[in-house]
């Protein structure tokens, strides 16, 4: 009988741990960092390496938008640009900076998300926080979401966004007549 008491233990913590009811954070793929699905539609990630691009088509997505600028360390464009056709995708570059953001690529970005044959997209920057908030954007323009919800499901996506990038954002909604 202490046998099975150690087993049970030892072992049903396991088991609650990994039930539904304590849904476990998807691993981001090889090559993509901080991959969140976010639903059918849409996920959104931080840096997509080229090797990726392929990981990227056979989850299903269809296209790939990349936030990136050519500035950035680390990124290569074009070899991103190369494989993402390779695999398939079709392959949007909309560079948006964090440090000085505009609205141009606010703009781009709506067009593609506007455009449903682009779904289901892999939004992507360095970190995710531009990505969050281009989907953010994207919720209360498109989607008719409030500024309060949509901003409430970008805390979870957001970890690596800039002050300036939310600020801008919020401005953006603005703008355009959402606050």
Excluded at 12 to 34: D, E, K, M, T
Aim: charged share 20%; net charge neutral; aromatic share 8%.
């Amino acid at each position: 009988m202490k046998r099975f008491s150690w087993a049970l233990v030892l072992f049903l913590p396991l088991l609650v741990l990994s039930s539904p009811a304590f849904p476990q954070a998807p691993a981001s793929p090889p090559g993509i960092r901080n991959f969140t699905p976010v639903d059918a539609t849409v996920a959104c990630a931080g840096a997509v390496t080229p090797e990726a691009a392929a990981e990227v088509r056979k989850a299903g997505f269809v296209s790939l938008v990349n936030l990136r600028t050519a500035g950035e360390e680390g990124v290569d464009l074009a070899a991103i640009e190369t494989a993402a056709a390779q695999a398939g995708l079709r392959y949007f570059h909309v560079p948006f900076s964090s440090s000085d953001p505009k609205s141009e690529p606010v703009d781009r970005f709506l067009e593609i998300a506007r455009d449903r044959s682009n779904e289901p997209m892999l939004i992507a920057c360095a970190s995710g926080g531009r990505a969050a908030m281009m989907l953010a954007i994207k919720r209360v323009l498109i989607d008719l979401w409030s500024v309060e919800k949509a901003m409430a499901e970008v805390p979870a996506l957001s970890e690596g966004m800039r002050p300036a990038v939310r600020q801008f954002g919020l401005a953006y909604l603005e703008q355009h007549g959402k606050r």
